[in-house]
């Protein structure tokens, strides 16, 4: 199953609406065909695996429930399962899609094969977190990205902030830009950075996702419009637009200061990628600017650290909801 979701995040970001699943097909204790949700949506990751080989006996490992509607896009992953009749379908997460939630396990049951279910729930729903965002909150799932000194600041005093980590962090980042559907800056980075936010890492250059600028004044927006150096903008005039983003449903928030604090204080942030770089800064701008927190004991137990490591000569933490 860990072959499978490490395949479910070769499709995050370029997935949506639908969820980036993974599939992997294994006979005498070898992986014979492995499969994830393709750019768009279909054809689906159990499809794609199923296509490769005979899967008649074999045991299939899938990160979401597959799905048990017939649609115009494509067929049933159940039916397709049935069809091939596996001897075990390993299931790591239900699908909520009220199409499917039971209905694609049934069927599999239903048919004879032996189902099991549930057996890695939390890391399916990281690795496929915007659907389950967008099923259950009703919003894509945000990513926060700050790259701070020792001391929490994010440039001098005048503004100036590159580079404060080193080639291995802002590489990891453009990874992370690659993972997402969108990237949301506020104004003033749109606007004095010319940011082009692609994704500058060989071989995934097409992978860039759509951009997006926050900014409550719509004149704000249609200036930066009008200039020529500029990617293609989406206009988000709160965090709490990006409920009505287009097939998005991963958002990676990358400064500055006042967009990184909007999204914290709309609580909208579920995940916080925080590269820090062996440097102090003393008085300059720090990381959020702020963000209506009256008491220190409201700020406890809302972040939980998920990974920690160096990358390169900078720390690279990430943490995510409490
Ligand atoms: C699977 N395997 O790889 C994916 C699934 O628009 P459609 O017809 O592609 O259906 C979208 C729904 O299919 C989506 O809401 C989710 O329930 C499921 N996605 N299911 O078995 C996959 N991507
Ligand atoms: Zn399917």
Redesign the pocket.
């Known amino acids: 199953m860990a072959a499978a979701l490490a395949l479910s995040w070769r499709?995050r970001g370029r997935?949506a609406?639908?969820?980036?699943?993974?599939?992997v097909i294994v006979r005498d204790g070898r992986i014979v065909s492995r499969?994830?949700?393709?750019p768009g949506?279909?054809?689906?990751?159990?499809?794609?695996a199923l296509a490769r080989v005979d899967a008649r006996g074999a045991d299939v490992y899938?990160t979401?429930?597959?799905?048990a509607?017939?649609?115009?896009?494509?067929p049933?992953?159940?039916d397709l399962l049935v069809e091939a009749a596996p001897g075990r379908v390993v299931v790591a997460a239900g699908?909520?899609?009220p199409?499917?939630d039971g209905a694609?396990i049934e069927k599999m049951r239903n048919a004879g094969i032996d189902v099991v279910e549930n057996v890695l729930p939390g890391e399916a729903r990281r690795a496929m977190a915007g659907?389950f965002a967008r099923?259950e909150k009703g919003r894509p799932h945000v990513t926060l990205k700050l790259a701070t000194s020792l001391d929490g600041q994010v440039a001098l005093p005048d503004g100036t902030s590159q580079w404060i980590t080193g080639p291995e962090a802002r590489a990891h980042a453009h990874l992370e830009r690659a993972l997402a559907d969108m990237v949301v800056v506020g104004r003033g980075t749109a606007a004095s950075d010319a940011p082009t936010l692609n994704v500058r890492l060989d071989g995934l250059g097409e992978r860039t996702p759509g951009r997006a600028v926050l900014t409550s004044e719509y004149s704000n927006f249609a200036k930066l419009q009008l200039r020529a150096d500029n990617p293609v903008w989406q206009h988000l005039a709160s965090p709490e637009a990006i409920a009505g983003l287009a097939d998005t449903d991963h958002v990676l928030v990358e400064g500055g200061a006042g967009a990184a604090a909007a999204f914290v204080a709309a609580d909208l942030v579920d995940r916080l990628v925080l590269y820090r770089a062996p440097i102090l800064m003393g008085s300059g701008l720090s990381a959020l600017g702020d963000i209506a927190l009256d008491r220190l004991d409201d700020a406890h137990g809302r972040w939980r650290l998920l990974e920690s490591r160096t990358l390169g000569k900078d720390r690279l933490e990430v943490y995510e909801r409490a």
Do not use: K, Y
């Open positions: 499709g997935t609406p639908n969820p980036n699943v993974g599939c499969g994830w949700t393709q949506g279909r054809p689906h990751a159990e499809a794609m899938v979401l429930e597959p799905c509607h017939a649609s115009g896009r494509g049933a992953c159940a699908d909520p899609d199409r499917t694609g659907f099923r």
